[in-house]
DNA sequence: ATTATAGTTGAATATATGTTCAACTATAAG
DNA sequence: CTTATAGTTGAACATATATTCAACTATAAT
């Protein structure tokens, strides 16, 4: 069996798999942005925020007191869904309401459910 | 407007709302199940990994030619997707195959892609 | 204007986690 | 039995990130 000839510190042993693989990847800019998406669900608290504003829109005081979390925690939060395209706002006198931005959250999560419902 | 009841560092300024809210999230226990998933979904070495299982099964040498990473790291993310319960895996002679063991996880990458597409 | 409250933000801290390294096990071949 | 290779694993290291804290801005009310 040949020897590698890529950058990797052991044996290509099926080198017909690996090339037809490597040629059916997606970018890697793909993968970061896909891994950066699900990095944002994969968070407990940013996880309930977004179950919370699907039932629905609140403002920040609202979101900390349902989490039972502090103001400026949930505020950090809420600034990096806002940043990835998951939640906008509107305000509102000194109130800033939050709302999901993009239904694919809530598919997602569904699925989410189901391996979860399948696992146990 | 009535002080905070629950554990927070600020005001309640929507009672109906929040007690609403509260009474409709599903438990803690759901919320940590779920991050965890997509907590795995979350990087960019598992998503190239589960990426590529779902072309081929492989073995831990191939998929470390296949990313361009060392056969140990590889090793230990496979393992964190064997103990989750998405990739499995079987031994013939001294190589180990894994494959994914989960159908979700090809759903929930698609819908993870429309996101991307939606959001440029 | 002053005061109070909603919300934001940067820095610091603590924790989680991905990769490397080295040592290890297991299987196969000579 | 010895050697080579596939794969695993724990510890160490480096990096990423969630929460706290304190200071700040913005709006509203007195």
Redesign the interface.
Known sequence: MSK?E?????????KD??E???K???D?D???????????????T???IL??LD??E?????I???L????SSISHQLGTLRRS?IVKCRKQGK?VFYMLD?D??Q???E??????E??K
């Open positions: 590698n890529f950058i990797c510190d052991c044996n290509v042993i099926h798999v690996v037809s693989t490597i059916n990847m997606p890697a793909i993968f970061n942005k896909l891994a950066d998406f699900f990095k944002i669900l994969g968070d407990t940013r996880a309930k179950s919370a039932q629905n609140m403002c920040v005081c609202d900390a007191n349902v039972g979390m502090s103001k395209g109130e993009d694919h959250v598919k997602v999560f699925i989410g459910m189901e391996h979860i399948h696992r």
